[in-house]
């Protein structure tokens, strides 16, 4: 252990810890812009510079490991004109245009900025300026870009893409697309990590929110919109709501306030997508087919895989997302129900995703009509849909019916491993006639990144892993080449902790949040009343008077994809 002296309290921490960690185990704040615990420690910004007793340099303290002995202090004048210097010293290279900003409220700078009381701008400016393709789904505004390198750590360290670099040095240094390339020309999965770990809005995503209010406002569309399962464990945080204020069906009221027809649930289509991987993963085994099947309801993975390791698309299972299915069957199914011309269904997903935006382009996977899916938003574009919506003062209301009738099976699709459970729920069922224990097949819960299980169905006894973050992905189809590792089911989500912890989720600064969400989805979970997605009625409806049974024709035409067929 170490002991030293920050602003006259004695503090006591682990050999290695850095000043900053210590400042923060006692209680002190010092404030931060760079710096990401683990992930990005470089001492680029030095807003959280100290003085130590004894040296003539501050030095930053994200940076700097505590000494024995060591005096510190974190708010001296000096230490506060040079935290001012240089904030005024980075905006002098940064675009200050808060009010057409996304991260407006939410922005690092801008909040170190406030707390230092900063009122001028005595340097010359010099942002840079940047050329960007904004009908991409992720948006970079270089002249935002304070140069933190956050995107750069969390892009190669935790989704091992390495979209990003850092080019130049001194007051030339820039982050920009690794070799010069245009953002389409890298492989980039779209998972939108970078997005909800850059501090300041260099990073966001495309908006799409104005095509929702012209549709809205469009006499001749039917707006029917579907929900994800993970916003509803973090759109309160959209809106400033409590979590106990947010619950699910203020959310159902907030979105129908909005003038939409009809408020659907993607956890609908959730369990349809389980009927159908279900069966597939059963016939796959019947058949004795060899290697593991890989989920697909996850895009970021499935461009991940279609990117970086292009023979091992086949193994992917050929349902479609929820998403899509949801599409399909709204512009299908439900346009035959309320005997309308499904182009006259405008179909709005709001999803905790980037990548979604992305795939509800993808010609292949819409089947029912030319999109099945128009608009992807993201919680975040929920929540700026709802700014001029009191949400507090709302009520309680019903998801529309029967699109909107779920299982917990299908609200834990939002946590990683809950697919897999889900799966698992129903693939018993489906081998052996009976339900398993709900709880049977928890051990597969958890923000641990590769985990895996045993698990026997019937006669059979089926190897699992589940996955979440691409750098865990990477590492897991390294092994799966070597032959170190074999299964017969793999659960892939891109984002860390899934989809609750996704590209399009709220941000909270410094905060992971993936674990909390992820858990407000399985207590959703135990207060369902139905649990097992082979029991949803609605579902069962669906293939009663429309499908006919999971994998018929009609399924294959709608619900699934050939992914080997179509590119990028
Ligand atoms: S990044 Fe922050 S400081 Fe810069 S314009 Fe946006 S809100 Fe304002
Ligand atoms: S979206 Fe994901 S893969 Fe693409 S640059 Fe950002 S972190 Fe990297
Ligand atoms: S884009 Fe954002 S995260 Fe990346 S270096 Fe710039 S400010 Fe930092
Ligand atoms: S937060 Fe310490 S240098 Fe940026």
Not at 394 to 418: H, K, N, R, S, Y
Not at 505 to 514: F, G, M, N, Y
Request: some cysteine.
């Amino acid at each position: 252990m170490v002991k030293l002296t920050i602003d006259g309290r004695m503090v006591t921490v682990e050999h290695g810890t850095t000043i900053l960690e210590a400042a923060r185990q006692a209680g002190i704040d010092i404030p931060t812009l760079c710096y990401l615990k683990e992930l990005n420690e470089v001492g680029a910004c030095r807003v959280c510079v100290v003085e130590i007793e004894g040296q003539e340099r501050l030095s930053a303290a994200c940076a700097t490991v505590c000494e024995e002995g060591m005096v510190v202090h974190t708010a001296t004048p000096r230490v506060l004109d040079a935290r001012r210097t240089n904030v005024q010293l980075i905006l002098s290279q940064h675009n200050v245009s808060c009010t057409t900003c996304m991260r407006n409220g939410s922005c690092k700078l801008q909040k170190v900025a406030l707390d230092l009381n900063l009122q001028e701008e005595p340097f010359e400016k010099k942002p840079f300026s940047s050329r960007w393709d904004r009908t991409f789904p992720l948006i970079r505004d270089g002249s935002r870009c304070i140069q933190c390198l956050r995107c750069v750590n969390v892009c190669e360290k935790v989704q091992s893409m390495g979209v990003w670099s850092l080019t130049g040095t001194g007051k030339h240094a820039r982050v920009e697309v690794t070799g010069g390339k245009s953002i389409r020309d890298i492989n980039c999965a779209l998972c939108g990590q970078c997005i909800t770990h850059c501090p300041v809005g260099a990073l966001t995503a495309r908006d799409d929110t104005q095509r929702v209010r012209e549709a809205i406002a469009d006499p001749d569309r039917i707006v029917v919109v579907q929900v994800a399962p993970a916003v509803r464990s973090a759109w309160g945080d959209a809106v400033g709501l409590a979590p106990e204020q947010a619950t699910e069906k203020r959310m159902v009221a907030a979105i129908r306030s909005l003038g939409v027809d009809y408020v659907f649930d993607t956890d609908f289509s959730a369990d349809l997508t389980i009927m159908e991987e279900g069966s597939e993963l059963v016939e796959r085994i019947k058949e004795g087919k060899k290697g593991p099947m890989f989920t697909s309801c996850c895009p970021g993975w499935v461009r991940f895989l279609k990117l970086e390791y292009p023979d091992m698309v086949a193994s992917l299972s050929t349902a479609k997302s929820p998403q899509q299915m949801f599409g399909a069957v709204a512009k299908s199914y439900y346009a035959k129900l309320l005997g309308v011309d499904p182009e006259k269904i405008f179909c709005v997903s709001i999803m905790p995703c980037t990548a979604k935006k992305y795939e509800c382009g993808v010609e292949a996977v819409n089947d029912a009509a030319r999109r099945d899916v128009d608009v992807a938003l993201t919680t975040r574009e929920l929540g700026r849909l709802l700014r001029h919506v009191d949400v507090s003062a709302l009520g309680e209301e019903e998801f529309d019916q029967p699109l909107g009738m779920a299982t917990g099976a299908g609200v834990i699709f939002g946590a990683t491993g809950g697919v897999m459970e889900a799966a698992l729920r129903s693939a018993y069922y489906l081998v052996t006639g009976q339900n398993p224990e709900v709880e049977a097949f928890s051990e597969v819960r958890g923000l641990k990144g590769w985990k895996e299980a045993v698990f026997p169905i019937g006669d059979i006894k089926l190897r699992v892993a589940v996955v979440s973050g691409l750098g865990n992905a990477r590492s897991l189809m390294e092994a799966l080449a070597a032959g170190a590792v074999d299964y017969d089911f793999v659960e892939v989500m891109a984002c860390p902790g899934g989809c609750a912890g996704g590209g399009g989720q709220p941000i909270r600064e410094d905060q992971e949040l993936a674990g909390e969400r992820g858990e407000r989805l399985y207590a959703l979970d135990r207060s369902y009343k139905l649990r097992f997605s082979h029991e949803n009625p609605a579902v069962l409806e669906l293939y009663k008077s429309y499908l006919g049974a999971p994998l018929s024709h009609k399924a294959h035409e709608l619900l699934h994809t050939d992914q080997g067929m179509w590119e990028l």
